[in-house]
């Protein structure tokens, strides 16, 4: 079975840096993918991980260990847009519920 | 470019109508498909995907079907709709280790 848990919600200051943990046990892996959802809209590719480690993409990272089961999404520099919600989806097939991040002033 | 169509935005449907939702993917070939629930404030639920015409696997089981009868098209359905059957749906398409692409979705409203 698949089982993929993220907090439901978060809130952090413009400008600071929040970090969104992950964990999945799926059977089988091939990738960990983090999208971006704004209300009423289509989510929106954000990173990936297929090996462990660390990948930066401008503002966003995220992290995996297949040991543990486990990935975060770090966000620098926080900008109001930034609020919205974040998925974590093991193999691109299955999603856990999403984290809801409002950044506040 | 690849583009994605999904259609219509929105729908509004009485318990126990039919239900057809369709996609269709543009500039690429034999792409992966994907048909998401999700439930308001809520995540992804995996309803149907598809790896090929003809091919389609099934993950939550219910009065929904799908099916594939072109390589880009992928067709969302329900005999009789549920109350419960309200939502956000989303159909999706990638290449395999790739991201998926989403459509802009359709929002079902159950009366």
């Known amino acids: 079975g698949q089982n993929i848990d993220q907090p439901t919600e978060m809130t952090a200051t413009e400008g600071a840096i929040v970090q969104i943990n992950c964990t999945y046990q799926?059977?089988?892996?091939?990738?960990l993918f983090w999208y971006q959802q704004h209300a009423g809209e289509a989510p929106t590719f954000l990173s990936y991980?297929?090996?462990?480690g660390l990948e930066e993409k401008g503002r966003f990272s995220s992290f995996l260990s297949r040991s543990k089961g486990y990935s975060y999404l770090l966000l620098k520099e926080l900008q109001m847009k930034d609020s919205a919600s974040y998925l974590c989806?093991?193999?691109?097939?299955?999603f856990g519920t999403g984290t809801r991040l409002t950044v506040i002033p | 470019s690849q583009t994605i169509h999904q259609w219509p935005a929105t729908l509004v449907q009485p318990v126990g109508s039919p239900l057809s939702l369709e996609c269709t993917v543009e500039?690429?070939?034999?792409?992966?498909l994907y048909w998401y629930r999700q439930a308001a404030g809520r995540g992804l639920q995996l309803l149907f995907y598809?790896?090929?015409?003809?091919?389609i696997s099934s993950e939550v089981p219910q009065n929904l079907s799908a099916s594939r009868p072109q390589d880009r098209q992928f067709i969302l359905s329900s005999k009789k709709l549920l109350l419960s059957d309200s939502g956000f749906y989303l159909c999706?398409?990638?290449?395999?280790?790739?991201?998926?692409?989403f459509g802009n979705g359709t929002r079902l409203t159950v009366t």
């Open positions: 598809s790896v090929g015409i003809g091919q």
């Open positions: 799926t059977s089988g892996f091939n990738g």
């Open positions: 500039g690429t070939s034999n792409p992966n």
């Open positions: 999706a398409w990638s290449v395999a280790g790739e991201p998926l692409h």
């Open positions: 991980n297929v090996l462990d």
């Open positions: 989806g093991a193999n691109n097939l299955f």
